[in-house]
């Protein structure tokens, strides 16, 4: 079963990532020669193109068993803190926590973790007016906690609560036996805990 995931993995990676690679590149090639009405056609095509080798490349990184590893996960998460909150100057800081970096976890711990994750993110880049993101990540006695904070206003944290990002993450909450907590107070956290990991 992990020789046909890093297979798949890596044929996915391989093909579909060149090919879409090769038509963001000519889109984008494009965009210096037409006119100025299909600019913005070509630049959705560029647009989507990227946005699809991300979310490619995120699925190729949650089904590859050579990731199922702590430290794969959080060296994800740090890329993803990077690629999403630098480019808005939102700054950020990871605190670890009793994590054996080597230690393997299940391919379903870390696709979910990093999916809900990567929304509490998508919804401070959506909705707040944060300078500010503290995320932490490890075990504390028999609980492991992952707590993504930012500094944003309260009008910023009431339209986080709501819409799909929220039930989203409460459903991958719950796939992993794991409560969630959307706080308010002194900005807005999404706050999951589990059995220690």
Do not use: C
Request: net charge negative.
């Amino acid at each position: 079963m992990e020789e046909m995931r890093t297979q798949i993995a890596s044929d996915l990676h391989d093909e579909v990532g060149s090919m879409l690679s090769g038509l963001a590149m000519q889109s984008e090639l494009l965009l210096y020669g037409e006119e100025i009405k299909n600019a913005t056609r070509l630049e959705n095509i560029a647009l989507i193109s990227r946005s699809v080798i991300g979310k490619m490349r995120d699925l190729v990184w949650s089904i590859d068993s050579r990731r199922d590893s702590f430290e794969s996960l959080t060296d994800r998460m740090q890329e993803q803190a990077a690629d999403m909150l630098e480019p808005i100057d939102i700054g950020y800081s990871f605190k670890f926590e009793e994590i054996l970096s080597s230690k393997k976890i299940s391919v379903l711990v870390r696709q979910q973790l990093f999916l809900i994750f990567n929304e509490a993110l998508t919804n401070i880049v959506r909705h707040s007016n944060a300078s500010r993101v503290q995320i932490l990540i490890g075990n504390f006695g028999n609980e492991f906690i992952l707590s993504v904070h930012d500094n944003g206003t309260q009008n910023g944290a009431n339209l986080k609560t709501s819409g799909m990002g929220k039930s989203n993450m409460e459903m991958r909450a719950k796939k992993l036996g794991a409560s969630i907590q959307f706080n308010s107070d002194y900005g807005y956290e999404v706050r999951l805990s589990m059995k220690r990991i």
